[in-house]
Nanobody, 119 residues
Framework: VQLVESGGGSVQAGGSLTLSCVAS????????LGWFRQAPGKERERVAT?????RISYAGSAEGRFTITRDKDNLYLQMDSLRSSDTGTYYC?????????????????WGQGTQVTVS
């Protein structure tokens, strides 16, 4: 499955962005989709995941500011109250095996990423 992200850009601190991820084929509703980000020189980290039965999980840094939603095979991330620490490349990922983990290495398919810069 191929994933394509869009919606990144440059924004001032306190602003908002909405990221979108479109899958090339149908993804079972029980499969886990997630948003990850990677800042220069840092490891890729989970931002939020959307698992089976609508189970949602956020990283602490995203809780209360970001909202992950899913519409069939599309995944979205509404980001509000952005901070400079949110700067990085944001990736969409899908795990076709069971479970909805938080480690990036447990997701099999990835998009190319979209850049978010907060100044």
């Amino acid at each position: 499955v191929q994933l394509v992200e869009s919606g990144g850009g440059s924004v001032q601190a306190g602003g908002s962005l909405t990221l979108s991820c479109v899958a090339s084929r149908s993804i079972c509703s029980n499969h886990c989709l997630g948003w990850f980000r990677q800042a220069p020189g840092k490891e890729r980290e989970r931002v939020a995941t959307y698992g089976g039965y609508g189970r949602i999980s956020y990283a602490g840094s995203a809780e209360g500011r970001f909202t992950i939603t899913r519409d069939k095979d599309n995944l979205y991330l509404q980001m509000d109250s952005l901070r400079s620490s949110d700067t990085g490349t944001y990736y969409c990922a899908v795990r076709l095996n069971s479970g909805c983990p938080i480690r990036a290495r447990d997701f099999e398919h990835w998009g190319q990423g979209t850049q978010v810069t907060v100044s």
